[in-house]
Structure formats: C-alpha cells, structure tokens
C-alpha cells in the first residue's frame, strides 16, 4: 500500500500515463478479489467497508426494483434475527419507510429451519437478506440452499459475507444469489475498504451519486493504497487457504476443550452447528462479560462481548437472545476471535489464565 500513498499518487481517472499507471493496479486488486469468491473483476464494486456494501445492496436492490402493475406489489423484505447491525439498523429506516421486514428465527445453535424460511417468502418479497457466517457466533448458514429457494421464485438474495470471505472457500457460481458483502479488514486487509459482488445484469441503483466511478455504481474518487492492500490480502487468503483452516479450527478447538474441562460452567454457544473456525463464543454462566473483559485485558488477553459495537452495554446480545440463550449464560458471553495468526502458545495462556481469573470474579459476584 506504501508506493501508492507516498509516490504513486496520481488519480486513477486521469488519462495521462501516471493516472493509467494507477488504473491498471487498481484492476489487478479487482481481479484479485473477484478471484477469492469465483466472480469475474466486473462484478465487483469497491467500497468504505461492509457497512457500505450492505447498505448499498439493500437499498440500491430496493430502489432500482420497478413494480410493472403486474402481481402484487413488492413490499416485504425477508432476513434473520441474528444479522448484524449494519443490515438491522437499513432494515430499521426501510420499515419506517412502509417496507414489512419480515424476520426469520433460529434454533438454540442458532441454525435457520430451511422449511420455515421457504414459508416465509412472499409473493411481495422483493430481497432476501442473509448472513453467511455470524459475527458472534460463527454459525454458518447454507447459502446455497436457502437462497436457491429464494431464486426459484425470483427474488433476488443479498449475503452478508463480511466474516467469512476470505476465510471459508465461497464461490458465487455455487450460489444464486445477486449480491455479497466483504469486508477486507476481516481477512487482514486495511481497515476502511470493502467491495459489493453484484452479479450481471443484477438490478441495482448507486447510493453514492458523483463522477461514475465504479461502473456509476459508487461515485467519488477510490481509496487506492486500500483497494491494493485489499488486492493483495484476497490473494494471500486464497493462497494456503485448506491448511490455514485445518491449523486453525484445530487451535479453536483446542481452546473450547481447555475451557470446558477447567470450568464447569462454561457454555459453547452454536457448538452444534457449522461454525467458522476462527469464532468461539464462550459464555460463563452467571458473571458478567463486562467484568470478564476488563480482566482479560490486564492479562493482555484481548476478546470482546458479543458483538464488539454493543460491548458496554449490558444489553445481552440478540443473536444469542433469538438463539434462546439463556439469560444467566448470555450475560457472561465472550468472543474469542482467531486468525491464521494465532499461536498454541497463545491459546495455551487463555486455558491456563482463565480458571484464576474466573474465580477471582466468582468469589466477588453475588450471582454465583
Ligand atoms: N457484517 C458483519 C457480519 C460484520 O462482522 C461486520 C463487521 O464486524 C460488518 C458487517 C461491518 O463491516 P465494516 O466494519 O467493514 O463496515
């Protein structure tokens, strides 16, 4: 990223040989990208990050939808109670805006009924909106088989990609689906940089009006030194991806185990489904995660409350209160997050860190 903030500063949109010099690196990130989920460079559209890609795909699907009179209005828009909130908080402002969201639940591991998801789409369904791999949890939905369901009556599917492109093999030629959110700081990319898969032909409006960049689909000048740097993780994440996964699933398992067997009221939420190996979601039943974290962090342990932006709430999260968690477990929930970074020794020091630290809270709280 460094030669393209310090001397390779020219505007990709300018004509002259420096600016086109610019052009081609950024197309070489877009077909980098494009590569990590099987799309052609053409569909994908950079952005700020998931946030935009998601905000782009649902409202930008939504507004470029024309009713032709025909069949019934298109209204409804379908999704699940454990999205993230950068898709719950555009659902939110949509429902003011006379849009019916409605919301499918899960089971205790947090899977989605396949069944129950078929009966809920309407014939004034206009998108689908689903998260691939959840962001607290791990719990991987089959996107092939939900959104097949949905393409077989025309609706189109947006998924929500960020946690696990670049981690789980995804190739959108598997999937029929219009749209993928990424995010490249989830596969140790900048932050601040993300794109939208928008499959051919897919109909879609931009959200961002300006010079036509990004085929009009997302005015403004690029974030060159990110696009490269998101370029070059895509390629790095593809490259040892099978043995990244098997090393590092092997990591978290091992991490859940040393945690199950020295703390008997310790609590593996999702265990029973598909999970992304880099996610455990641990809760410890009747203490507070607040509580847990700050002393995590003095022990130079860093992990996070259910979803990081909610941390300091005490407000339990509400992908584990859709799973039916229950309450005293869901209080004391931490997220472990892995990468293909992490080390035995680290996850040693968690195992053999907590059970100390655990009962010094233990001995305090007038929960237990
Ligand atoms: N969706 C999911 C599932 C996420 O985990 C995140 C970030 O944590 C986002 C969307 C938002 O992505 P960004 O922070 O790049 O805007």
């Known amino acids: 990223m460094l030669p393209f903030l310090r001397e390779a500063y020219a505007n990709p949109s300018s004509v002259h040989q420096f600016g086109q010099s610019v052009r081609h690196r950024v197309e070489v990130a877009r077909e980098q990208v494009a590569r990590l989920i099987g799309a052609a ?25 024309r009713w032709t009179g025909a069949g019934s209005r298109p209204r409804r828009i379908l999704t699940t109670a454990v999205e993230h909130s950068a898709v719950l908080r555009v659902l939110e402002v949509l429902e003011a805006d006379e849009w019916i969201i409605d919301t499918i639940g899960v089971d205790q591991d947090g899977r989605i009924e396949e069944a129950e998801f078929a009966a809920k789409l309407a014939d004034d369904t206009a998108l689908v909106s689903l998260i691939h791999a959840n962001n607290e949890t791990g719990v991987v939905f089959d996107v092939a088989r939900l959104a097949g369901i949905a393409a077989d009556r025309g609706i189109p599917v947006h998924v929500d990609a960020v946690q696990s492109v670049g981690k789980l093999p995804i190739d959108v030629t598997d999937w029929p689906v219009q749209f993928v959110s990424m995010s490249a700081h989830k596969f140790h990319g900048p932050k601040g940089t993300g794109a939208l898969y928008v499959r051919r032909r897919a109909r879609i409006s931009p959200l961002i009006h300006g010079g036509g960049q990004e085929r009009g689909l997302r005015g403004g000048t690029e974030n060159v030194a990110g696009v490269v740097g998101m370029g070059v993780a895509a390629e790095t994440a593809t490259s040892d991806h099978a043995e990244t996964a098997h090393r590092v699933r092997a990591l978290r398992d091992r991490l859940e185990g040393g945690i199950l067997s020295s703390i008997p009221f310790a609590h593996v939420n999702g265990r029973g489904a598909e999970r992304l190996y880099t996610t455990a979601n641990i809760g410890f039943e009747g203490l507070e995660a607040e509580a847990i974290l700050i002393l995590l962090s003095e022990a130079r342990i860093c992990a996070s409350a259910g979803a990081a932006c909610s941390s300091g709430s005490l407000e339990p999260s509400h992908v584990l209160k859709a799973m039916g968690i229950d309450e005293r477990i869901a209080h004391g ?35 237990r």
Do not use: C, W, Y
Request: proline content about 2%.
């Open 41 to 65: 460079a053409k569909e994908i559209v950079f952005t700020s990050g998931g946030t935009e890609s998601i905000n782009l795909a649902i409202r930008g699907a939504l507004s470029a939808r």
């Open 333 to 367: 929930a931490i997220r472990f997050s892995l990468s293909r970074f992490s080390t035995t020794e680290e996850i040693d020091h968690v195992v053999a860190t907590l059970p100390g630290l655990l009962s010094r809270l233990t001995a305090l709280s007038m929960n």
